[in-house]
């Protein structure tokens, strides 16, 4: 091959190395939804299907109209908010409230409270697992974990976790996957039976936060705050099949369509990270967000990310930084 060839060969090769090297998400801050009421926030739920976002914001969960960012309304009185999960199939949804120590039920259409059960101390995150028809409560004071049946709207169980449940995942086959926040393990039980199956030391983290899974590989997605890790873990065995440093995140969602796992941070960033293969992951990119932008929820239809947040201020007193009223607003995220 004379000198030429070799030369056009070498950039065609190298092209095609820095496209697949460069190949970014695209994804920025498209729309800012504005919300009027005030106080904290934590968790975000969307429903792509109905187009609704539902904010966890103060002691109520405010519901906005996502195509258009306008309010659909609010469910009040949810003490000490924290999440939200969904049952389609019933029409309701169910919140945690930390402060009330309960799960409250409420009409997805009319937003109306339907009832209140009490679960364990402080629940935090709450999700429904699609294999058992439950939901499932992450009770931080407690150390342990409820079990509700929307059904009948009682609670069936209570799984003692001996650790602050951070967050939670099902595989969708049986196995809940919890993320154990003091000493930095995921606890594996049974979704059917509650009884723990494993509990997994998480290598390369520390103060897990964010959690999400890829059923189809079994793999785990852990966003770890005080080491700045993103952990993928093969959920069969507890062994990290991968770490990437990333920001100080809180939140964690998988896209399972594009195979990209965003974890948001406190700096102002989402970390993103694409799984190639079941064993090969690379980092992308940090999508530049907002400082306070730190717990996110995703359309898996449109694949845009949504997250709640407001301008800050310092605390003349320290610790966190003081809300500037009237800011709130939820941050949408896409191409």
């Not at 070799?6 to 090769?13: D, M, P």
């Not at 109905?50 to 519901?63: A, L, P, T």
């Not at 199939?89 to 409250?104: D, E, F, M, Q, W």
Request: proline share 5%; net charge neutral.
């Amino acid at each position: 091959m004379n000198s030429i060839k070799k030369i056009a060969v070498l950039g065609l090769l190298l092209g095609t190395s820095l496209v697949a090297f460069s190949q970014k998400t695209g994804f920025h801050i498209l729309k800012k939804h504005k919300i009027a009421s005030s106080g904290g926030w934590d968790y975000i739920t969307v429903d792509g299907a109905d187009k609704r976002i539902y904010v966890s914001h103060g002691n109520q969960v405010n519901v906005l109209n996502e195509a258009t960012g306008d309010s659909v309304g609010y469910v009040p009185n949810t003490p000490g908010v924290h999440g939200i999960a969904l049952v389609k199939a019933l029409g309701k949804g169910y919140i945690s409230a930390g402060r009330a120590n309960a799960i409250v039920v409420f009409d997805l259409k009319t937003l109306k409270v339907l009832n209140q059960v009490t679960v364990g101390t402080g629940p935090d995150a709450i999700f429904y697992d699609d294999f058992s028809k439950k939901i499932i409560t992450c009770n931080a004071r407690s150390k342990d974990a409820t079990v509700f049946d929307p059904f009948t709207e009682k609670v069936v169980a209570t799984v003692p976790l001996g650790d602050k449940p951070e967050t939670a995942v099902s595989d969708g086959k049986g196995k809940i996957f919890v993320n154990g926040e003091t000493t930095s393990t995921m606890i594996v039980f049974d979704a059917t039976t509650y009884k723990e199956l494993a509990r997994y030391k998480i290598d390369g983290g520390e103060s897990p936060s964010g959690l999400d899974i890829d059923r189809k590989t079994n793999r785990l997605f852990i966003a770890c705050g005080d080491t700045k890790t993103m952990v993928i873990m093969d959920a069969a065995n507890g062994k990290t099949v991968a770490k990437f440093p990333i920001g100080d995140p809180d939140g964690l969602v998988f896209d399972p369509a594009l195979k990209i796992a965003y974890a948001s941070n406190g700096e102002g960033n989402i970390s993103a990270v694409r799984e190639l293969s079941a064993d090969k992951f690379e980092f992308i990119e940090n999508i530049p967000t907002e400082p306070s932008a730190r717990t996110i929820g995703i359309d898996l239809a449109t694949h845009h990310l949504f997250l709640p947040a407001a301008e800050t201020q310092p605390n003349p007193a320290g610790g966190r930084p003081k809300q500037v009223p009237g800011t709130f607003h939820v941050i949408e995220v896409g191409k």
